[in-house]
């Protein structure tokens, strides 16, 4: 069964860093790139960037480039959503996704169950 | 321009067909999918390509394209539909990709 499991709720301070991961598992990790996608409270659904597990290259949204850092470690099948600086607007559940398995009888995506990162002072 | 714009709000009475849209240059050049997702749920994919829909998701829920306009169809909607749906696209060569800004669907 594929899966994508993610760690757990943080509560951080604003200009702290944090890790998030992603774990995957029931299929090559390499051979889809995972992407992260940001929900603010309320509101919808942003993409942020991904990346291709199998050489670690990576594509970021705009909006986002500069802000966050998205890695892998394809030994352990997990991706990685990173920050050196939180601010306050980076609250939100973040979600790591996986792009459509199309080799498969019954085409789908997957998701991960979301992490809820909250920073306040 | 990346942007993709949907409607913010979208109302239909049950068991009636309701059409939610989406707009963005890059739809002239990618297929939209569309997600449904539900309070304090991760989004689920509803319609993909031309108009796939992945396995248990009901014929109800439709895809359709022209120009730079993606479709979502729900033809009978029902009371479980209820929920914000986002258009999704890929754009610059198709490295990156995009949300709507989603439309809350309430089913009357």
């Known amino acids: 069964e594929v899966q994508l499991v993610q760690s757990g709720p943080e509560v951080k301070k604003p200009g702290e860093s944090l890790r998030i991961s992603c774990k995957g598992s029931?299929?090559?990790?390499?051979?889809?790139?995972i992407s992260w996608v940001r929900q603010r409270p309320g509101k919808g659904l942003e993409w942020m960037g991904k990346?291709?597990?199998?050489?670690?290259?990576?594509n970021y949204s705009p909006s986002f480039q500069g802000h966050v850092t998205i890695s892998a470690d394809k030994s352990t099948s997990t991706a990685y959503l990173q920050w050196s600086r939180l601010r306050a607007s980076d609250t939100a559940i973040y979600y790591c996704?996986?792009?459509?398995?199309?080799?498969?009888?019954?085409?789908?995506?997957?998701w991960g169950q979301g992490t809820l990162v909250i920073v306040s002072s | 321009s990346s942007d993709v714009t949907q409607d913010p709000a979208v109302s239909v009475a049950l068991g009636q067909t309701v059409r939610i849209t989406c707009q963005g240059d890059?739809?002239?050049?990618?297929?939209a999918s569309w997600y449904q997702q539900r309070p304090g749920q991760a989004p689920r994919l509803v319609i993909y390509?031309?108009?796939n829909r992945p396995s248990g998701i009901p014929d109800r829920f439709s895809g359709s394209s022209s120009g730079n306009t993606a479709s979502l169809t729900i033809t009978g909607a029902q009371a479980e539909d209820e929920a914000d749906y986002y258009c999704?696209?890929?754009?610059?060569?198709?490295?990156?990709?995009?949300f709507g800004g989603g439309t809350k669907l309430t089913v009357l």
């Open positions: 996704a996986t792009p459509l398995f199309t080799t498969v009888p019954n085409p789908r995506d997957y």
């Open positions: 029931g299929y090559r990790f390499t051979s889809y790139w």
């Open positions: 990346i291709d597990p199998s050489d670690s290259s990576t």
């Open positions: 890059s739809l002239r050049n990618y297929w």
């Open positions: 390509g031309k108009n």
């Open positions: 999704h696209s890929r754009y610059s060569s198709g490295d990156l990709q995009v």
